[in-house]
């Protein structure tokens, strides 16, 4: 059906007064709204909830423990089935070293994601926790998706609430919203991603994290078999939460990355993006924080996320696993990242998982190494078990067999 342009009228003014728009509604304006349209009205948002002309980022490192998962959603270009030679599990030491590298560059904490290994019980967390806490006591971890929450709750047969109390107690700090892909349960039994979590149990593991005094994040990947209200559904869902427990600093929106994955198909389009992200902003009216997703849209995108509702550049990578292996390899070191943040007429300030402004780019303040080629967690070829598994039991054949 055609736009209305009389109901587009209407709904800009709206948004423009400060108004909460219903799904309907958004619906309407994100297929209808002419782009610069969406963008203007995005930054007025970005613009009266950070009327400083700040943009953050945070320095921190993306570490992909595992990528042995049993999930296998049909999306995913990254995991290797139990038992394949490609798979691997990082021994303690190397990511002690991975912390090492990281606070070198002044990064304050680990984004620490895997896939859903049986062969890593719980306890293999609690230990890695701790051992991090001993070694690294003000390093923030960020760990975790809501998805292997609930795999370690099955895994462990304990109840996801206890399941977060006990990662609590060994040093967890915030849970990523990764695994969230579009929180419609038809959608996730089309991504085969339904089994791992339905959209009702992952906003369950954010509801238990909140409660439980931890901060986490929200994402969305758009660009699969999604139509546009389903898109506007997951909006919502993440609204009514938010509402409800005031948990979530941020949301963060990237493209489905097409290569290599059993899915297939084409990557959307930066348009599509940058629509995306305003109507984000838009409807997500109480969320502070949006990021740019440099990652998958690259350096240019990223920068102009910042005119369509951005406020916050996401992290400086100096390691990225899962979005290299479907085709995407940006990389962008804090120089270059805050290269684009003042070009676009902001000033850039380091951030803590938090959004509590933490200072000036630190190459400011003393010499860091440039980084411009992104790490990866293993090097190709390099097989190595860790020592330390054989202390941990192991759930599947291969695992058994590789453990005596
Ligand atoms: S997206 Fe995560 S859970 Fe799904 S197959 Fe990949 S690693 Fe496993």
């Given amino acids: 059906m055609p736009a209305n342009p009389a109901n587009i009228t209407r709904l800009v003014e709206k948004v423009q007064a400060g108004a909460r728009l219903d799904a309907t509604e958004a619906l309407e304006l994100y297929r209808s709204a002419p782009t610069a349209v969406l963008g203007a009205l995005a930054d007025g948002i970005r613009a009266r909830k950070h009327p400083e002309g700040l943009v953050t980022y945070i320095i921190d490192r993306n570490v992909n423990y595992t990528n042995v998962c049993v999930a296998k959603c049909n999306f995913c270009a990254f995991y290797r089935e139990v038992g394949s030679p490609d798979g691997y599990v990082l021994g303690f030491d190397e990511l002690f070293r991975k912390i090492d590298e990281t606070v070198a560059v002044g990064g304050v904490q680990l984004l620490l994601q895997g896939g859903h290994n049986p062969d890593l019980p719980l306890s293999w967390y609690e230990d890695l926790f701790r051992a991090v806490k001993e070694r690294y006591p003000s390093f923030k971890l960020h760990a975790l998706s809501p998805p292997e929450v609930i795999h370690l709750s099955r895994l462990s047969q304990l109840p996801v609430p206890e399941v977060i109390d006990r990662l609590i107690a060994a040093g967890l700090d915030s849970i990523p919203g990764g695994g969230a892909e579009i929180l419609v349960d038809r959608v996730r039994k089309l991504l085969h991603c339904y089994g791992k979590a339905t959209a009702d149990e992952w906003l369950?593991?954010?509801?238990?994290?909140?409660?439980?005094?931890?901060?986490?994040?929200?994402?969305?990947?758009?660009?699969?078999?999604?139509?546009?209200?389903?898109?506007?559904?997951?909006?919502?869902?993440?609204?009514?939460?938010?509402?409800?427990?005031?948990?979530?600093?941020?949301?963060?929106?990237?493209?489905?990355?097409?290569?290599?994955?059993?899915?297939?198909?084409?990557?959307?389009?930066?348009?599509?993006?940058?629509?995306?992200?305003?109507?984000?902003?838009?409807?997500?009216?109480?969320?502070?924080?949006?990021?740019?997703?440099?990652v998958t849209q690259g350096g240019k995108v990223g920068q102009l996320s910042l005119a369509y509702g951005a406020n916050d550049m996401g992290s400086v990578m100096i390691e990225e696993n899962v979005v290299r292996a479907a085709g995407a390899s940006y990389c962008m070191d804090e120089l270059e990242i805050v290269r684009n943040i003042e070009d676009a007429g902001f000033a850039a300030k380091r951030r803590n998982m938090h959004y509590e402004v933490l200072g000036d780019p630190i190459f400011r303040e003393r010499d860091v190494p440039r980084m411009l080629e992104l790490a990866t967690a293993r090097e190709a070829g390099d097989t190595h078990v860790p020592d330390e598994l054989r202390f941990y039991p192991a759930r599947s054949r291969a695992g058994k067999a590789a453990r005596p």
Avoid: C, K
Wanted: glycine share 8%; proline share 1%.
């Fill in 204 to 294: 369950d593991v954010m509801r238990h994290a909140h409660r439980a005094g931890l901060r986490t994040t929200a994402t969305m990947m758009y660009g699969t078999v999604e139509t546009d209200g389903e898109r506007i559904e997951h909006m919502m869902r993440l609204r009514d939460l938010q509402d409800e427990t005031g948990g979530f600093t941020a949301f963060i929106t990237w493209s489905y990355q097409p290569d290599h994955t059993e899915l297939s198909g084409t990557e959307a389009t930066g348009v599509d993006y940058l629509r995306t992200l305003a109507i984000a902003r838009i409807v997500l009216d109480n969320f502070d924080n949006l990021q740019a997703s440099w």
